[in-house]
C-alpha cells in the first residue's frame, strides 16, 4: 500500500502542473496540455542531459520533477515485489526523503505562482 500512496503523492505533481497551468492561463485544455507536454520535455530533456552531456548537467537533470516522481515508487517497493522486473538495489535516484520533499517544493512553488497570478489579476467582470 505505501507503493500505491507514495504513486498517487508522486503524480499529484503533473495534478498541480496542469492545474496551476489551467488557473494561470484561464484555460482548462491549456493545464491539460501543458501538464502532459511537462512530463514529454522532462523525459526528453533529461535524456539528453545525462546521455550526451553528463558530468554536471546530469547532477542537474537529477533535480528535475520526474527524477523525483520516478524515485519515490521505486524506493518505496519491496524488492519481493518487483523481483526480476526492476532492480531496487542498485536503483540510483533520489532517496525517499528528499523525493517527498523535492515533490512537496516544486508543488508549493507551483500554487503559490497560480494562486499569487490569480490574485493579481485585473478581474474586470
Known amino acids: 500500500i505505501k507503493t500505491f500512496l507514495a504513486e498517487v503523492y508522486a503524480v499529484g505533481l ?18 491539460i496540455g501543458i501538464g502532459i507536454g511537462s512530463w514529454i520535455a522532462q523525459q526528453v530533456v533529461r535524456g539528453i542531459l545525462i546521455g ?16 523525483y516522481i520516478t524515485a519515490l515508487p521505486i524506493r ?11 532492480d531496487t538495489q542498485n536503483f540510483s535516484g533520489p532517496g525517499i526523503a528528499e523525493s517527498i520533499v523535492g515533490i512537496a517544493i516544486y508543488m508549493a512553488i507551483l500554487i503559490g505562482l497560480a494562486l499569487v497570478i ?8
Open 52 to 67: 550526451l552531456l553528463g558530468g554536471t548537467w546530469g547532477q542537474v537533470a537529477d533535480r528535475f520533477p520526474n527524477a
Open 76 to 86: 518505496t517497493m519491496s524488492s519481493a515485489v518487483s523481483g526480476r522486473f526492476l
Open 118 to 125: 490569480t490574485s493579481r489579476r485585473d478581474v474586470t467582470a
Open 14 to 31: 503533473y495534478v498541480v502542473i496542469a492545474y496551476a497551468a489551467g488557473t494561470i492561463f484561464r484555460s482548462p485544455a491549456a493545464g
